[in-house]
Each structure stands twice: as structure tokens, then as C-alpha cells.
């Protein structure tokens, strides 16, 4: 009996190790998250190849005070689970289509549906929820990820390599860099980056209702019920959408329904040649001030609408208007609309996204 005992228990101690060693040695596998971070004086980032997610970020206030300006979690794990993609680099087709299908080239394909009958954010394994590879790490400069995208993920077509680069500039600079090449079929690519800020503090009570927001847009494409732009480009002029001049963003957003979520047209007088100043948006407690950059046609005005007691890091609890998501993009559902500039990328073309965020403290 005893001799049985520990002969069943040697066999089992074999399984553990083969099963362990053959776990290990799938592909997948070989990937391990990691948290990374990027500093230059008081200016630092922390960043995990887990979605490519900005994790933190903290800058100091107008005397000094270092504070964390992202929303985010206290665990990787939380990210696995989570819902809302903080932090995360989106794809491979951010924002919405609608349908969950669209059609190029004369072929139709149909996607997974994780927004009732539509696609939204790369469907429902999307690149904020892989693991990708980190490719340089320079503390002091910056970290690329890279992510190969196959043929049919979540119904889109064709290979797509995509790197994301997070680069720290001066003691006040974030420039993010996104890069994908489709390698053998047309395909949308619209990558984007879903921080969201608070700038008086990731935890600051009172959300971003006393933050002042200027967007260089003077039209915005207006959207159904399930928030599918309707095909139309229309003034922003006599709405509460105009944020030409600085606005108190909770001086009007009672008057929006929901508050907001929806695409500006950004209005680029170089034509492509140069970035342009997309927003900017100011707290007056820390005096924090942050210009955003970028090359792309438009931008995602959203004020956190649909969070409600999520629990973050650092014991904060984050509720409706927590934070504010400033997604440089193209425009919601292009692939289904031909008079919205395009996103489809041909092989051997490159998507090629900035953005670059400028942050102060001394108004
Ligand atoms: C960091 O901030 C502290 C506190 O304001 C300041 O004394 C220090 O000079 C700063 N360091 C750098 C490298 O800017
Ligand atoms: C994951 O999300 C579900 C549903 O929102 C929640 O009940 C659960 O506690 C979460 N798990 C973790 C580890 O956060
Ligand atoms: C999805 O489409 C079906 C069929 O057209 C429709 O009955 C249903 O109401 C739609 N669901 C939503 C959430 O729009
Ligand atoms: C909207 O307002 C801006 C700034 O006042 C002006 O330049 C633009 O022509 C107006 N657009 C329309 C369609 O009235």
C-alpha cells in the first residue's frame, strides 16, 4: 500500500512537470507581461505590454506636487478583466462599425459583434487585450511594442505587423507613435490610444467637470442611438458640441445626452504636412494645462459616460465623468462610408499615427 502510494504520487509529481513544460513551451505563453517605465526628471510614465496600456503617468502641478494624471487599475489582472480600455492602444479598427460587417474590394466581412449589433474597439479580443512584445526599452527615451496581427482576427482581413512606440521628450513631453503595415490584404486600420485624464489627479472628485477643453474642430459627425455616425459632416456652430473657444466642459455637458461621445472633424489648415494642435485643456486647481497633437483627421470627445463606481488604483473610486478620453482617430464607421476619409491601408502602405502631449504648469 505504501509502495503504491508513493508510486501513484511519483506519476503524478511526472504529469505536473510535463504538463508545466509543455504549458510553457506553447507560443503563446512565451510572452510575459511586464510593467515598464520611462523617466526623465520629475516626468515619468509607467507603461506594460498588456494591450501596449499606459498605466501612469505623472507630471507636477503648478507647485511642484507630482500627481498621477491617468485613470487606471492597481492590478494587471484588473486590465484583463476590465471593460472601459483605459489606457489602452485600441485596434485594429477603434470606435465603432456598424452592422459588425463591411465590404471592400467586392468582398464582405463579417466581424464579431460586442456592442449589441455592432463592432466596437477590434471586436472581442482586440489588441488592448493581447500581449505584445517589446521590441527597445531605453528608461530614459522611449519603448516600442510590437504585435502581429493575423489574417481573420476578429473577421478582419489579411497579416498586419503594428508597433507602438512610447517616447518621453524634455521633461514634458509623451509622443506616441503608431505604426502597422498590412503585409498581404487590403485592410481598415484606425489605431487609437483611450487614455483618460484627470488633471487634477486620476482620483480628483470632482471628474472633469471644472476642466476647460478647446478643440480645433468646427464640425462633428452626428450618430443614431447606437452611436453610428449617420454618414453626415455638420457644424458644430449653436451646439453644445462648440468647443472652438475654451469651455468649462461641465458648464454645458447636463445638456448632451449622456454626456459626450463623439467624433470632431479636426480642421488642418497644412494639410497633412504638419501636426496640429487638436486640443487643449486646462485645471485651474493644479494649473495643469495639456496640449494634444496629432495628424489625424479626427477626434473622440469622450467625458467618461458610461463609468460608475469602478474601482481604481490607489483606493479611487471613479464614477460617471472620472475622465476625459481625447481619441485621435479617423472618423467612427469610414469602412462604411466613402465620403468619410478613408482607413483602408493597402499592402506595402503603412498606417502612421502621432500624437504628442504637451503638458505645463505655471497659469
Ligand atoms: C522635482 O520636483 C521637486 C519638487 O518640486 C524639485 O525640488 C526638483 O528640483 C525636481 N527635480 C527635477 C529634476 O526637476
Ligand atoms: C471581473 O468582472 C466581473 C464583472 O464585472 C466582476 O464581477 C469580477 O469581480 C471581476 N474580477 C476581477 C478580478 O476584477
Ligand atoms: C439587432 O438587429 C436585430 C435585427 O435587425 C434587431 O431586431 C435588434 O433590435 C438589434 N439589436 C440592437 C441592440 O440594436
Ligand atoms: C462656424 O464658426 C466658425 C468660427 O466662428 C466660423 O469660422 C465658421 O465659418 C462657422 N461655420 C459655419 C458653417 O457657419
Given amino acids: 500500500m505504501g509502495i503504491f502510494k508513493l508510486f501513484s504520487g511519483f506519476l503524478i509529481l511526472l504529469c505536473i512537470i510535463f504538463l508545466t513544460e509543455t504549458h510553457q513551451t506553447t507560443a503563446k505563453d512565451d510572452k510575459i507581461i511586464h510593467i515598464y517605465q520611462l523617466q526623465k526628471g520629475n516626468f515619468s510614465i509607467k507603461v506594460t505590454n498588456y494591450g501596449a496600456t499606459l498605466l501612469s503617468l505623472l507630471v507636477p502641478d503648478k507647485n511642484g506636487k507630482l500627481e498621477d494624471i491617468v485613470l487606471g487599475y492597481q492590478n494587471i489582472e484588473e486590465y484583463k478583466n476590465d471593460t472601459t480600455?483605459?489606457?489602452?492602444?485600441v485596434g485594429r479598427v477603434a470606435n465603432r462599425i456598424g452592422g459588425a460587417r463591411f465590404c471592400l474590394e467586392g468582398k464582405c466581412y463579417k466581424l464579431f459583434a460586442n456592442d449589441g449589433n455592432n463592432t466596437l474597439h477590434g471586436g472581442k479580443v482586440g489588441f488592448s487585450d493581447v500581449i505584445w512584445s517589446v521590441k527597445n526599452y531605453q528608461k530614459d527615451s522611449h519603448i516600442t511594442?510590437?504585435?502581429?496581427?493575423f489574417d481573420g482576427e476578429e473577421g478582419f482581413p489579411g497579416n498586419v505587423i503594428v508597433e507602438v512606440t512610447y517616447q518621453i521628450i524634455d521633461t514634458n513631453k509623451l509622443r506616441i507613435?503608431?505604426?502597422?503595415?498590412?503585409?498581404?490584404?487590403?485592410?481598415?486600420?484606425?489605431l487609437i490610444s483611450h487614455t483618460y485624464w484627470n488633471l487634477a489627479g486620476h482620483a480628483n472628485k470632482y471628474g472633469i467637470l471644472f476642466h476647460r477643453l478647446q478643440l480645433n474642430a468646427q464640425n462633428y459627425t452626428p450618430v443614431d442611438s447606437n452611436l453610428i455616425p449617420n454618414g453626415q459632416i455638420?457644424?458644430?456652430?449653436?451646439?453644445?458640441?462648440?468647443?472652438?473657444?475654451?469651455?468649462?466642459?461641465?458648464?454645458?455637458?447636463?445638456k448632451v445626452p449622456g454626456g459626450y461621445?463623439?467624433?470632431?472633424?479636426?480642421?488642418?489648415?497644412?494639410?497633412?504636412?504638419?501636426?496640429?494642435?487638436?486640443?487643449?485643456?486646462?485645471?485651474?486647481?493644479?494649473?495643469?494645462?495639456?496640449?494634444?497633437?496629432?495628424?489625424q483627421p479626427g477626434i473622440q470627445l469622450y467625458t467618461s459616460n458610461k463609468i460608475s463606481r469602478i474601482k481604481g488604483k490607489d483606493g479611487a473610486v471613479y464614477r460617471k465623468y472620472a475622465g476625459l478620453c481625447l481619441?485621435?482617430?479617423?472618423?467612427?464607421d469610414s469602412v462604411n462610408h466613402p465620403n468619410f476619409p478613408s482607413q483602408i491601408v493597402n499592402p506595402g502602405q503603412i498606417y502612421h499615427h502621432i500624437m504628442v502631449y504637451r503638458f505645463t504648469a505655471n497659469y
Fill in 327 to 332: 481619441e485621435t482617430q479617423g472618423f467612427p
Fill in 261 to 295: 461621445d463623439i467624433n470632431y472633424v479636426l480642421v488642418d489648415s497644412s494639410k497633412g504636412k504638419h501636426l496640429i494642435k487638436a486640443a487643449v485643456v486646462e485645471e485651474k486647481k493644479s494649473g495643469r494645462m495639456m496640449e494634444l497633437w496629432t495628424n
Fill in 177 to 190: 507613435k503608431m505604426v502597422a503595415k498590412a503585409l498581404n490584404k487590403p485592410t481598415p486600420i484606425n
Fill in 234 to 254: 455638420k457644424s458644430i456652430n449653436g451646439t453644445y458640441y462648440d468647443f472652438q473657444t475654451s469651455q468649462m466642459i461641465g458648464s454645458r455637458i447636463q
Fill in 145 to 149: 511594442f510590437t504585435y502581429n496581427s
Fill in 85 to 89: 480600455y483605459f489606457g489602452a492602444i
